[in-house]
T-cell receptor, first 112, second 114 residues
Framework: GEDVEQSLFLSVREGDSSVINCTYT??????LYWYKQEPGAGLQLLTY?????DMKQDQRLTVLLNKKDKHLSLRIADTQTGDSAIYFC????????????FGAGTRLFVKA | NAGVTQTPKFQVLKTGQSMTLQCAQD?????MYWYRQDPGMGLRLIYY???????DKGEVPNGYNVSRLNKREFSLRLESAAPSQTSVYFC?????????????FGPGTRLTVL
């Protein structure tokens, strides 16, 4: 089946940039998403990108998509302690219908 | 608006007991989902309902049943709980047309099966 992979942990210092990477296998992916999960809570959509875009910027967040390599990244500029959370990469496609495939999540630790 | 609500928040069961996890959404979404979250495995889809009156299996349906009671409510039932079903369960509802499918998540139910 289709798969989404991401590394499990990332540690950065406060004020640095964080880059979280993700790879996916579904070549028909049409939307790719980044969700954030804070401790004890459900997931919340952070941002998304349509597959015909290379980049999307939203304040401190930059999403880069390399469709050829099926690689997605999320850059958080000026990372703050409040950004400590689990970040999930996800994709949906024509073939998936109403389903969305989620990665395992990257736990971001921000050191003061 | 409450968004997506789930009950209970915590539950401890003994092996073989049954229970139903409740989920409701007030956003008038057509699609609803049940996921389980386990360490290192991310979210795995158990069942989903694309619209009222329909349900379909996801990636890990064994040991579970669902009911889409109406447009608002989607329940998940464990008929005979097993320790392997110890997990955090999330309900979600889907917004969007076509392939864009932003999902809204409930706060989760933390289930332990002894």
């Amino acid at each position: 089946g289709e798969d989404v992979e991401q590394s499990l942990f990332l540690s950065v210092r406060e004020g640095d940039s964080s880059v979280i990477n993700c790879t996916y296998t579904d070549s028909s992916s049409t939307y790719l998403y980044w969700y954030k999960q804070e401790p004890g809570a459900g997931l919340q959509l952070l941002t998304y990108i349509f597959s015909n875009m290379d980049m999307k910027q939203d304040q401190r967040l930059t999403v880069l998509l390399n469709k050829k390599d099926k690689h997605l990244s999320l850059r958080i500029a000026d990372t703050q302690t409040g950004d400590s959370a689990i970040y999930f990469c996800a994709e949906s496609s024509n073939t998936g219908g109403f389903k969305t495939i989620f990665g395992a999540g990257t736990r971001l630790f921000v050191k003061a | 608006n409450a968004g997506v609500t789930q009950t209970p928040k915590f539950q401890v069961l003994k092996t073989g007991q049954s229970m139903t996890l409740q989920c409701a959404q007030d956003m008038n979404h057509n699609s609803m989902y049940w996921y389980r979250q386990d360490p290192g495995m991310g979210l795995r889809l158990i069942y989903y309902s694309a619209s009222e009156g329909t349900t379909d299996k996801g990636e890990v349906p064994n040991g579970y049943n669902v009911s889409r009671l109406n447009k608002r409510e989607f329940s998940l039932r464990l008929e005979s709980a097993a320790p392997s079903q110890t997990s955090v369960y999330f309900c979600a509802s889907g917004r969007g047309a076509g392939q864009y499918n932003e999902q809204f998540f409930g706060p989760g139910t933390r289930l332990t099966v002894l």
